[in-house]
Antibody, heavy 122, light 107 residues
């Protein structure tokens, strides 16, 4: 059974760095085709993809946010960590991690965490 | 970045109606197009991947078609549980991008 769960502080102050942790089970991030993505959704708005780490440890990021984002992994703990620097109130959103399959002719998010709401406010 | 545009942004329909949602990419993305359903306060759910492959467990009233830059999601007979927001997403090249969503409301 595949599960993912995000954890993060509910409130961060402007200019602070946000650290989000995705703890997953039911698959291995070292298995070819397995990846974990980060996606966010501001209240009442659309989904926005942030970045992905694949089974080889390669990482890809949103163009607009790549200078602020870092994805890392601890495969021994089945965790993927996203750090986002210089937080701003516009970064207030529900942040999701999702298992991502890259299977040659297609890539997709098949399992999602329940999401964690992060509010940026002083 | 590849832009993905959905239309309409919202629609009203009745139970039993046939509903179609369009998704257009700013360039050729072959069949690298996925559809997700999101109900209020809930996590998105994968419906269709690779433009037309139904995810396991998704009812057969959902179907997807298209390739290149134009895609369609069809719900053949709308059910009460289908009232939600639908998103398309291109996975042809990173950065992957979502459409802005289509909200399907009860008429």
């Amino acid at each position: 059974q595949v599960t993912l769960r995000e954890s993060a502080p509910a409130l961060v102050k402007p200019t602070q760095t946000l650290t989000l942790t995705c703890t997953f089970s039911g698959f291995s991030l070292t298995t070819r085709t397995m990846c974990v993505s980060w996606i966010r959704q501001p209240p009442g708005k659309a989904l926005e993809w942030l970045g992905v780490i694949d089974w080889a440890g390669d990482k890809y990021y949103s163009t607009s946010l790549k200078t602020r984002l870092t994805i890392s992994t601890d495969t021994s703990k089945n965790q993927v960590v996203l750090t986002m620097t210089d937080m701003d109130p516009v970064d207030t959103a529900t942040y999701y991690c999702a298992r991502t399959l890259m299977v040659g002719t297609t890539n997709y998010f098949d399992y999602w965490g329940q999401g964690t709401l992060v509010t940026v406010s002083s | 970045d590849i832009q993905v545009t959905q239309s309409p942004s919202s629609l009203s329909a009745s139970v039993g109606d046939r509903v179609s949602i369009s998704c257009r990419a700013s360039q050729n993305i072959r069949s690298y197009l996925n559809w997700y359903q999101q109900k209020p306060g809930k996590t998105p759910r994968l419906l269709i991947f690779g433009a037309s492959t139904l995810q396991s467990g998704v009812p057969s009233r959902f179907s997807g078609s298209g390739s290149g830059s134009d895609f369609i999601l069809i719900i053949s007979s709308l059910q009460p549980e289908d009232f939600a927001t639908y998103y398309c997403q291109q996975s042809y090249s990173t950065p992957w991008t979502f459409g802005q969503g289509t909200k399907v409301e009860i008429k």
